[in-house]
């Protein structure tokens, strides 16, 4: 069972992923009970005096300047649970729910907000020993995730009683987004990693010129994901028969011969997005910001995640062109004009069959669903006349996140079907070709799928391959 320790300051991407994908024990670290002590009595003093704070003391929303009295406190928080739980659609995954139930934590140990460390104990206790409750995504703006929170909250710590205050903070900030995100990204590089280890057996499969591979066009041309694409194909290859002997082709096809730059560009973008969602973990996202050494809550729109909405589209068109060359080359290895080998890839001396050529249908039927969800979405743009004017934009992060997850999924879907066609070309051409690293893929892919003997039709499922991929069975 995974332990997770929250501060508010540094949990990182893997460390969430884990902890929601293997529930357990979740605690606060220390310093965190104070600190919340600490900021939620300046909260209090804020509110005796009378100032006009958001959610605390006044209304929110259309409603921000209307007092909200001690003394209505309690309706006041029961109401703007009730009224935000308005989300549409399915359940989520569990997993979503725990992460962004996590980020929720983490937000609250940062100590800026105006909860009670009870409140942060209790949804602790209760992530690491209750059911989690139903959540409904589907409404959400990208703009503070107020309705999915709401079906968390209530659904988690629905009898706990608030405090002066407290509601607004529990509900009034991205942490589904930004676990949604969390996952996504984390999806994404899983992919990738896959890709390019698939990308070397398609390598040999084909037959194809190793030199577009070497480390060298990485010195005079040093983009980060380049050179990591060129050296991780370079590696994988290592003691291929290919090195040494005279290329079939002087230039292969540019799916096989650019697979380094296509490869390197999605890198880069992924880590560019895997750095804004590492602070978009430990960032505070709540309106308004508690600022004690000032003696101020500070209106802020720290809960607009623009910058994540837009790094997950670019993540989407950088691998879209990666999907699209992954299935060019598996295309490829079907065509006997192409590789030198069978049409279909079926085996040899077998005449009456059609090999995997069927398969080609349902490659290229994923892969162009894949690709069509590269669409950016965060240019989207909210009504204006959303409470009274006020609420007039949206990022649509949550959608990116979304559509970057499905991606992923369907991503894994061709690179396993990939896989067939590729170890089936190397059986034909013959595995004593392959140096070690491959060697041990190839492996690792044939004790889950055999090959096709004489009069075999194609495999009729690939789930055991797509959860191995997905656990780095290539990478």
Known sequence: MADIVLSGSDLDLAALVRAAREPGRVELAPGVVERMAANRAFAERVAERGDGVYGLTRGVGARKERDVAAAESAAFNRRLLREHATGQGPALPEEEVRAAALCLLNQLAAGRSNARPEVAQALAERLGTGPLPPVRMYGVTGMGD?????????????????????????????????????????????LLDCLAGLAALDVEAYAANPSAYDPAAGEVRPYPGYRWALGRLWALLEGSRLHGEEPRHLQSPLSYRDAAPVL?????????????????????????????????????????????????????????????AQVERSIKLLQASETGLTTGLEPRGDLGGHGYSEMAWPLQGIGAEARLLHQPVSAEVGSASQAEGIEDRMTMAHLGARRTREMAALGFRVAAIGAVFACQAIDLRGVERLGPPLADRHARVRALVPGLGPGDPPPDGLEPLIAALRDGLLA
């Open 264 to 324: 390197g560009a999605a890198h880069d973008a992924l880590a560019y997005a895997e750095g804004l969602v590492s602070i978009e973990l430990n960032a505070h996202q709540q309106n308004p910001l508690a600022l004690p050494e000032r003696d101020v809550m500070l209106p802020v729109a720290n809960f607009d995640l623009q910058a994540v909405a837009a790094a997950l589209d670019l993540v989407r068109i950088a691998l879209a062109p990666c999907l699209t």
């Open 146 to 190: 107020l309705a999915p929170q709401a079906d968390l909250v209530i659904g988690l710590i629905g009898d706990v009683d608030l405090a002066q205050g407290e509601a607004l903070p529990l509900i009034g900030q991205s942490s589904f987004v930004t676990a949604q995100a969390a996952l996504a990204v984390h999806d994404a590089r899983a």
